[in-house]
């Protein structure tokens, strides 16, 4: 099983971008999220999504931030708008089959000020 998260970038503050995850399988009907690691810091969650479109969000993005979920595979995307600073980050998207959770090779976000 392959995930890769793309569309990360450069921006300054205030901009947007969009992530997409592609995945090797169908995880359409699979819990999905995105994570994101900035140097120094472990791992956190920012959203995840399940297969009935329930929503949930880190305190920190809520508003700002928005899941949402794709086909088959390309299972889950994120919107992020007014991009802070403080987003600066690796972001990997993650997959939830039964006991086994999934990984993908993550994707830079830089804002700057």
């Known amino acids: 099983v392959q995930l890769q998260a793309s569309g990360g970038g450069s921006v300054q503050a205030g901009g947007s971008l969009r992530l997409s995850c592609t995945a090797s399988?169908?995880?359409?009907?699979?819990?999905m999220g995105w994570f994101r690691q900035a140097p120094g810091k472990t791992r956190e969650l920012v959203a995840t999504?399940?297969?009935?479109?329930?929503?949930r969000y880190a305190e920190s993005v809520k508003g700002r931030f928005t899941i949402s979920r794709g086909h088959a595979k390309n299972p889950v995307y994120l919107q992020m708008n007014n991009l802070e600073p403080a987003d600066t980050a690796v972001y990997y998207c993650n997959a939830r089959r039964l006991v086994n959770i999934y990984w993908g090779q993550g994707t830079q976000v830089t804002v700057s000020s």
């Open positions: 399988e169908d995880f359409s009907q699979n819990l």
């Open positions: 999504m399940g297969s009935d479109g329930n929503a």
